[in-house]
């Protein structure tokens, strides 16, 4: 079956300090990896995505992600959060066309 | 740039009732799509359109219509609201369907049924 699962409905961090939320996958393949962000009342915007090359993708504002096939897993970090990141983040795959499968995301909280 | 623009930003309906949403975009896009996004579920489609006129069901269209007269917009209608039901729609658009494809969302419509 293919999934998403984000392990971490509630992340909070304090401003300055380093960020990594957590995305496992389930699919049998290597499918587009995306990282989306909501913003209250807000839609989601894309951050990053990744189908192959280099296991690590650089998005925007200095995020980053990280594949990794023997774990399934396509984890995104920060060096260095803002309150500014606080928000939903989303992670998702595609396995076909037409189809976007999304975790249930998580809630950054970062303490100024 | 472009935008997706849904009307309205706020829906407040009664139990039965059927309800309209709509959505506009300017990216000039060949594919939309309507998403629910209900508290912890995360995101969850609808219904989508690869063009003008194309309807393709997703995992929860029990309860839906929609509609694709324009290549520009794209409307999701409520057949019966259900008592108590809240949630967002999120309309979203992509160039094409292809996997790797940026989804660009729009800021939603809030339902809330009394």
């Known amino acids: 079956a293919q999934s998403v699962t984000q392990p971490d409905a509630r992340v909070t961090v304090s401003e300055g300090a380093s960020l990594q939320l957590r995305c496992k996958y389930s699919y049998s393949a290597t499918p587009y990896l995306f990282w989306y962000v909501q913003y209250p009342r807000q839609g989601l915007q894309l951050l990053l995505k990744?189908?192959?090359?280099?296991?690590v993708v650089q998005g925007v504002n200095s995020f980053e992600a990280e594949f990794s096939k023997s774990n399934s897993s396509f984890h995104l970090q920060k060096a260095s959060v803002h309150w500014s990141d606080s928000a939903v983040y989303f992670c998702a795959l595609s396995p076909n066309a037409y189809k976007v499968i999304f975790g249930k995301g998580t809630h950054l909280h970062v303490l100024p | 740039g472009g935008i997706i623009t849904q009307t309205p930003k706020f829906l407040i309906g009664q139990e039965g009732q059927k309800l309209t949403l709509k959505c506009q975009q300017n990216?000039?896009?060949?594919?939309m799509y309507w998403y629910r996004q209900d508290s912890g579920k995360g995101l969850r489609l609808i219904y989508y359109?690869?063009?003008?006129?194309?309807?393709q069901k997703g995992d929860l269209s029990e309860g839906y219509d929609a509609s694709r007269e324009k290549k520009s917009s794209f409307s999701l209608t409520v057949t019966s609201a259900q008592k108590n039901e809240m949630a967002v729609f999120l309309c979203?658009?992509?160039?094409?369907?292809?996997?790797?494809?940026?989804?660009?969302f729009g800021s939603g419509t809030r339902l809330t049924v009394l």
């Open positions: 979203a658009s992509s160039s094409t369907g292809v996997g790797a494809e940026t989804l660009y």
């Open positions: 359109s690869i063009t003008e006129n194309d309807l």
């Open positions: 990744y189908y192959s090359g280099d296991p």
């Open positions: 990216f000039n896009h060949d594919t």
